[in-house]
């Protein structure tokens, strides 16, 4: 399976971003990718008041536009994430939405670890403006069971070897990292998740200049069950894609059984 991660620079211009994103996706289902997703707030990326102020319904008109881009492509489309207004009136989700060819959603994800950090020179409370999910999301595309994650959650381990145990063999993890933390942590999380798990991790960031005053790291990677980087995108908008090799992962997985030698027992 070719699969493709697209790599945004979004602003507080819904339009504009949407343009942006159609583009890009169009141009990697081209390249033959058959799963392409797009980073996390790929329609909106601001303070988070603004981010609130712009939230959507799922059957919102970002949503609407990523299935009927699904839709007309034929492939599977994770739309990253978006800010999902709630009908009780209450903060909104983080929610990422995986998409089939055929325009309908085939999972929904709400990011369960809130970014409330001060760290690297940044200080962010996601909580402040979004509410947290509690679902562990999975789901199939094609016959590749894929496991779904945002951003922060990469650094939360026994979120990935639940998915793994479950049964995923690639892990999502649509990002907008920020400049600061991803120097020193985007690949080394990457990689490490991929390995621990024997899964392939599909991981597409925002890159660039990020409102209210932050930077997005960028470096949006696809990693294989090795821990090797099949694929790093340069510090632009774009794409990049790779095939997956699931033969090579039933290989890792056969000759270092780590997810088969786990003793749950003893972990209480």
């Not at 799922?58 to 699904?70: E, H, K, V």
């Not at 650094?155 to 063999?169: D, K, N, S, Y």
């Not at 998740?193 to 599909?202: G, M, P, S, W």
Request: proline share 6%; charged share 25%.
């Amino acid at each position: 399976m070719r699969v493709a991660a697209v790599q945004l620079n979004s602003t507080a211009d819904k339009a504009h971003n949407l343009a942006r994103a159609e583009e890009l996706v169009r141009a990697a289902a081209a390249d033959g990718a058959q799963l392409v997703a797009l980073p996390e707030k790929w329609n909106l990326l601001a303070a988070g008041e603004d981010l609130a102020a712009g939230a959507e319904p799922l059957d919102g008109p970002s949503l609407t536009a990523a299935r009927d881009w699904a839709r007309t492509l034929g492939i599977h489309l994770l739309a990253g994430s978006i800010s999902e207004r709630v009908d009780d009136g209450g903060k909104p989700f983080n929610a990422s939405v995986l998409i089939g060819p055929d325009g309908t959603d085939l999972a929904v994800y709400r990011k369960i670890h809130m970014f409330d950090v001060d760290a690297g020179g940044v200080s962010y409370r996601e909580s402040a403006h979004e509410q947290a999910g509690a679902d562990i999301v999975s789901a199939s595309v094609g016959d590749l069971p894929v496991g779904l994650t945002v951003c922060y959650d990469l650094r939360f381990p026994e979120l990935h070897r639940i998915l793994a145990v479950r049964g995923a063999r690639l892990i999502a993890v649509p990002a907008a990292f920020t400049s600061a933390t991803g120097r020193d942590h985007w690949e080394v999380l990457l990689r490490a998740r991929a390995i621990e798990n024997a899964v392939f991790v599909l991981a597409p960031g925002q890159v660039g200049k990020a409102p209210p005053h932050y930077d997005s790291y960028g470096r949006s990677m696809i990693v294989d069950p090795w821990g090797v980087v099949l694929a790093t995108a340069p510090d632009e908008e774009c794409f990049v894609a790779a095939d997956l090799d699931l033969a090579a992962q039933d290989r890792v997985r056969e000759s270092l059984p780590a997810l088969a030698n786990r003793r749950p027992e003893v972990y209480a």
